[in-house]
């Protein structure tokens, strides 16, 4: 069974940056995705990014593009979210999931996609 632990998150000021990592353990395929969702109380899961192992496919959400990057080392099993130029709009609980697929078909922006979540790190970005 995948294993996912995240780490990274913090308070930081806007216009600041930071690095979120996603650590798999278990995975028995190099095959499939992961996919950073940010949720707030109250709101349903967002889509921020998305890789594939294989072939480094990414999806980025309209709202980080130019601004987040994502990128998988297959070495050390690890995803890592680079986030620029913070916004107080960016504070959430950030997750990362795994998706079977390496492919982002028509659900790769549905949590149900996922099959295996991690606990989530914590951004919140001041004003």
């Known amino acids: 069974q995948v294993q996912l632990a995240e780490s990274g998150g913090g308070l930081v000021q806007a216009g600041e940056s930071l690095r979120l990592s996603c650590a798999a353990s278990?995975?028995?395929?190099?095959?499939?995705?992961i996919g950073w969702f940010r949720q707030i109380p109250g709101k349903a899961r967002e889509f921020v990014a998305r890789v594939s192992w294989i072939g480094s496919m990414t999806v980025y959400a309209d709202a980080v593009k130019d601004r987040f990057t994502i990128w998988a080392d297959n070495a050390e099993n690890t995803v890592y979210l680079h986030m620029n130029s913070l916004k107080p709009e960016d504070t959430a609980l950030y997750s990362c999931?795994?998706?079977?697929?390496?492919?982002?078909?028509?659900?790769?922006?549905?949590?149900?996609?996922?099959?295996?979540w991690g606990h989530g790190t914590q951004v919140t970005v001041s004003s």
């Open positions: 278990g995975r028995t395929f190099n095959s499939g995705a």
């Open positions: 999931a795994e998706d079977a697929d390496s492919w982002p078909g028509s659900g790769y922006l549905n949590p149900r996609t996922y099959n295996y």
